[in-house]
């Protein structure tokens, strides 16, 4: 007796034993009923078990593929976070630099001083065509080399030397300062015997003080066409890298991404109208081929892990040498693109072992329900049909546009149209098919249609039914999981019931009996038959 109704007995009765006659038979139906009750929860634990199950392992691949993904946008933006910090510390160096600038200033002049390898002068002679023109040095023996001593002796000194000739003439050195300190000197010379007069020598002072402030101005804009020359390269650098990263972004396919590639770090380079970029990449070459075949050239390995995988040649075709910043310039290239093989490489992978484990899924799938309908020939067999009216299932019922739904597994309609005359009967409707698709695989079809033919279906409508088409699925799933568990149960527990009669008895024939016997009633057979032969000599 069931412990649930044993308990509930005595709660009422006060005792099970002994059970009135007349509430025996109610007593075992209530008893069988509860233990049929246990017996289908059971069954429907165990299709909840393998459901949950399955969820789990479903739901591991897709956090595997997340993560994988997440891993790639982590990279992609510590790429550009390291380009924003680089744009970030390029403009901190600006700041300090313009405060800085004044404080450099002199040391600046000093350092152009004294590196610098020729000094250069401008003479004027007093002819008619007299024009200033360069050179090195004054000419022996000219008129400038008697003055050019003095020139020498005001540098020396730092301050304005006029010095008389009653041969060579008048000289006159006055020195360009500039923040306290000599930077050059001017020089005058004449064949006049009277010497220089203070107001001449104080208008000349003047103009050297000009002097010396066009000079630094001079260096101010030198030095900052310099200053903005390397700006602009480093900006042009930085704005590869960008592109570069939102190319990554985009996630071409790789040759697509890498003739791209070899067009752009051709533009980053000092020479770009000369350059020529190749990569080597899977046996081909993307740019210019030709590329690899120039002397000047510069090469970065792509890799992926430890393995060599390729590599990129920048040429010039004019001998130039490659700056510090171009090499580095390719180091981050070559990584960024290195790293992109490489995350494309993953994903692939990736996608390529999703697509497989679905597809033996689908494979799966489709066998189970080849099964069940194969025991289910009704299922098979027949189409559930509703006609405002009543449903009825109906043989073999087949519209053109299930069956082109069910080939292609995708929706498909119909319009019929029969303008044939008014004597001659004629076939008009308007119909729609959706597929019923669980996880891939098409398990069936759902149509419906306008005998009319004057209906059109609207977004909604098909929205509506794909929506109604996928919970079908999912619900013929569910219940098809149900009914192979409770069959899978009914045939362990006739297993086992048949297997426990058989152990009953050690007598043989009784155990042959037994067994032909549970065969026999637990598969409906009219006939079954056992005959023990080891060595198959005794035939029947």
């Not at 550009?80 to 040391?107: C, D």
């Not at 009914?483 to 155990?511: I, K, N, P």
Request: proline fraction near 3%; aromatic fraction near 6%; glycine fraction near 6%.
């Amino acid at each position: 007796m069931h412990r649930l109704l044993k308990r509930q007995l005595k709660r009422y009765l006060a005792s099970v034993e002994p059970i009135p006659k007349e509430w025996q038979s109610f007593v075992d139906i209530v008893d069988e009923t509860y233990r049929q009750a246990d017996t289908d929860r059971l069954m429907l634990e165990r299709s909840l078990d393998l459901t949950s199950i399955e969820l789990y392992e479903r739901n591991q691949q897709l956090q595997e593929m997340i993560e994988n993904l997440r891993e790639t946008v982590a990279r992609q933006e510590q790429a550009q976070a390291e380009t924003e910090e680089a744009r970030r510390q390029l403009k901190i160096a600006l700041k300090e630099a313009q405060t800085i600038r004044g404080r450099y200033q002199r040391q600046s002049w000093d350092d152009s001083i004294a590196t610098a390898k020729t000094k250069e002068y401008i003479h004027f002679q007093d002819t008619p065509d007299a024009e200033s023109t360069p050179a090195t040095a004054p000419p022996e023996g000219s008129a400038q080399e008697t003055w050019l001593p003095t020139m020498t002796s005001a540098v020396r000194q730092a301050k304005t030397i006029a010095e008389s000739d009653e041969e060579k003439g008048q000289t006159l050195a006055l020195p360009i300062h500039l923040y306290g300190d000599t930077i050059g000197v001017l020089g005058f010379g004449s064949q006049e015997t009277e010497r220089w007069g203070d107001g001449e020598i104080a208008i000349v002072e003047d103009i050297v003080g000009q002097v010396g402030q066009a000079l630094e101005n001079r260096r101010l804009f030198d030095e900052a066409q310099q200053a903005g020359f390397l700006l602009g390269e480093q900006i042009k650098e930085l704005d590869c890298l960008n592109d570069i990263g939102r190319m990554i972004d985009e996630r071409p396919p790789i040759p697509e991404f890498l003739e791209w590639a070899s067009e752009r770090i051709a533009k980053a380079m000092q020479y770009s109208e000369i350059c020529l970029v190749a990569i080597e990449f899977d046996s081909r070459v993307y740019g210019v081929a030709g590329a690899s075949e120039l002397p000047c050239q510069i090469v970065g390995g792509l890799r992926v892990g430890d393995e060599h995988v390729g590599q990129i040649i920048v040429a010039y075709t004019e001998d130039h040498s490659f700056l510090d910043r171009e090499s580095a310039l390719m180091g981050d290239v070559v990584r960024r693109i290195s790293g992109y093989i490489e995350n494309n490489h993953l994903i692939e992978t990736s996608q390529a072992a999703l697509a497989e484990a679905a597809e033996t899924h689908r494979s799966y799938l489709r066998r189970e329900w080849q099964d069940y309908l194969q025991k289910e020939r009704s299922l098979r067999q027949n189409t559930i049909v509703y006609d405002q009216q009543q449903v009825t299932a109906v043989p073999d019922f087949w519209r053109p546009e299930m069956e082109r739904a069910l080939a292609q597994g995708s929706v498909a309609t119909v319009e019929i149209r029969d303008e044939a005359s008014p004597e001659i009967e004629r076939e008009t409707r308007t119909g729609l098919a959706i597929p019923i698709i669980v996880r891939g695989q098409t398990l069936g079809v759902l149509g419906i249609e306008d005998p009319s033919g004057e209906r059109r279906w609207s977004a909604e409508e098909l929205d509506l039914v794909q929506t109604i088409s996928q919970q079908l699925g999912q619900v013929l799933e569910n219940a098809r999981l149900i009914d192979t568990t409770q069959s899978r149960a009914a045939r362990e527990r006739l297993t086992g019931a048949a297997t426990a009669r058989m152990r009953e008895s050690l007598d043989m024939d009784v155990v042959l009996q037994t067994a032909i016997r549970e065969i026999g009633q637990a598969l409906n057979l009219h006939d079954a038959t056992i005959r023990l032969d080891v060595d198959g000599n005794d035939r029947f």
